[in-house]
């Protein structure tokens, strides 16, 4: 049974920093496809992820977020770590990562098998 614990969310003045963990058990991250997501107040979750990180070291941000959000993962401590800057209002939402087994990490929320229960980010003055 693969979990994910996700934390490090909070309340961050815009322009700020923070960096969100996922923890997977259950399953060494190595065979890991992750993916995070997030969910703006009053709004689904989104379908496509925000970053992806492949077992292989690739990864990928989506446009509207490169350059502020970065992903990187710690296979010796089976964490993937989101890492955002210069934080903007509209990145309030809770995030999630996701899992996929495999080694390549779907773009998509539809293709993730499981999912923690996500981190809540603010971003207010």
């Known amino acids: 049974q693969v979990q994910l614990v996700e934390s490090g969310g909070g309340l961050v003045q815009p322009g700020g920093s923070l960096r969100l963990s996922c923890v997977a058990s259950?399953?060494?991250?190595?065979?890991?496809?992750i993916g995070w997501f997030r969910q703006a107040p009053g709004k689904e979750r989104e379908g496509v992820s925000v970053?992806?990180?492949?077992?292989?070291?690739?990864?990928y941000c989506a446009d509207s977020v490169k350059g502020r959000f970065s992903v990187s993962r710690d296979n010796g401590k089976n964490t993937v770590y989101l890492e955002i800057i210069s934080l903007k209002p509209e990145d309030t939402a809770v995030y999630y990562c996701?899992?996929?087994?495999?080694?390549?990490?779907?773009?998509?929320?539809?293709?993730?098998?499981?999912w923690g229960q996500g981190t809540q980010v603010t971003v207010s003055s």
């Open positions: 996701a899992a996929s087994v495999g080694f390549i990490a779907p773009k998509f929320a539809g293709e993730y098998e499981y």
């Open positions: 970053c992806i990180s492949s077992s292989d070291g690739s990864t």
């Open positions: 259950g399953i060494k991250l190595d065979y890991l496809g």
